[in-house]
């Protein structure tokens, strides 16, 4: 019967394949496997999603400590979203440094599988340091919008969980079509703006457009949004992982996808609320 069930279920499994949160969900919306008796669990995907934000909790004390040690030599002042910030070259390093290991960990927990329950713990360090940076160093003296960015944070996988258990939003073909189209509108309007920036003909007007508050709110709210829908299709994904009864490897996977869309969600909260804060603390 259980082997009935996971060929039932493979024309829904194609369907949701369309669209996936991530690269890492969308990989595994296409896996085929079936195990009888060391299949994955919701108990099991739990547990690793756990040990992947607690990494990043690592990332956060790391931080920490690094920005003790660097805190020597030349300094640079920025005005980061409107709050004043002063940096040593050493911190500057290492938050660049950061930066660039989110990415290559990033890619090699998605596509090199055996390796994401390491590569995606590291992952999620670099994650840590960088919350830990934005609300210790950029945000001194107002470290408490990271706890609230934090509570908004999980109202919303709250609030997502509920629906999505619900059926009160449904994972159909409309309903990807929908975020797609606001993805790739969002980040093609991003990627503009960047090459823009860069051509002295139109960088002055991508750095007017940059600096508009109304701009900032918009684009941190659709964002939100997008990575708030991305969690109704990870909770899909983990479904099919769980019911489809794909080995217990496979938790690993599931687990760090949805980690990796609650950091992002996360960051994208914390975006939002220093655009106001910096707003509000320059006027």
Known sequence: MARLSSNNNTATKERRSFLSSNPVMHRLDKVNEFSET????????????????????????????????????????????????????????????????????????????????????????????????????????FEYLGLLALAITMTIVLVMAILYATGLIRVTKKFRMVMMTLFITVIAVSLLMLVGSFIPATSEMVMQIRNNFAVSIGFSVVFIIIASLFLICDFATIDHVVQDRLPKKYEWQAAFGLS????????????????????KNNN
Request: with cysteine; proline share 2%.
């Open 38 to 141: 060391d299949s994955a669990t919701y108990g099991g995907i739990a547990a690793k999603t756990v040990y992947f934000l607690l990494f990043s909790v690592v990332g956060i004390a790391v931080e920490r400590v690094l920005s003790q040690m660097l805190s020597t030599g030349q300094t640079f002042d920025l005005n980061i979203k409107g709050f004043h910030v002063s940096l040593y070259m050493g911190e500057v390093i290492a938050l660049f440094a950061s930066v660039i290991l989110a990415i290559v960990f990033q890619l090699l927990a998605f596509f090199a599988k055996p390796t994401t329950p390491v590569t995606g713990a590291l992952y999620c360090v670099t994650q840590g340091y960088m919350i830990s940076f934005t609300v210790f160093k950029v945000l001194h003296g």
């Open 260 to 279: 990796f869309t609650v950091l992002w969600l996360y960051l994208k909260v914390l975006d939002l609320i220093m655009t106001i804060a910096g707003n």
